[in-house]
């Protein structure tokens, strides 16, 4: 038997804001691959908790990008 093959576990993850493959280990913005990734899907994430469906509020319907 030989004992090649010891390869250190290199865990990397997909950051699910920009796709870009992102370091598990030390990244304190895991699963994102940086801050703004994490800031910005933060920010989305809280965008849909303050929209709160109001029948007193007139939506005008804007296009989303
Ligand atoms: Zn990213």
Redesign the pocket.
Known sequence: MSGEGQRPPVREVR??????P?AWAGNPWRP???E??KTIDLGAWANEEYRVPSEDAPEDGEPEP
Do not use: D, L
Request: hydrophobic share 15%.
């Open positions: 950051c699910p804001r920009c796709g870009k992102a994102f691959c940086s703004r990734c």
